[in-house]
């Protein structure tokens, strides 16, 4: 069987320290560093920190490689390297948040 790890981030820095932990250790760079040379966006970092305030403590919110996105959902919105799954709240099997 599959272990899930788990990460629960109390404050905004170590949540954005911890998504972005591949391209920090990556680059060998701080975050704030990371931020400066355009490595990460910090927009897009804290709009990540408010949906996950906005969670029920019955939804999840994950990473999927790529690939696995792709072949799944047959694309990746926006081109990140990381897709994101949604709750399927509509009951479909579709998992979109924006309907």
């Known amino acids: ?3 899930l790890h788990i990460t629960d981030c109390a404050d905004y820095e170590t ?3 911890t998504w972005h932990a591949h391209s920090l250790e990556q680059h060998d760079v701080s975050l704030a560093t990371a931020c400066d040379r355009g490595l990460i966006t910090e927009d897009e970092t804290r709009l990540f ?3 996950l305030g906005q969670l029920a403590p019955d939804e999840l919110l994950f990473r999927l490689p790529e690939w ?3 072949e799944k ?3 990746v919105e926006g081109g990140h390297t990381d897709g994101v799954c949604w709750p399927d709240r509509a009951g479909d099997g579709q998992g979109d948040p924006r309907r």
């Open 49 to 51: 920190w408010q949906l």
């Open 1 to 3: 069987m599959t272990s």
């Open 68 to 70: 696995l996105a792709e």
């Open 15 to 17: 949540f954005a320290r």
């Open 73 to 75: 959902v047959g694309f």
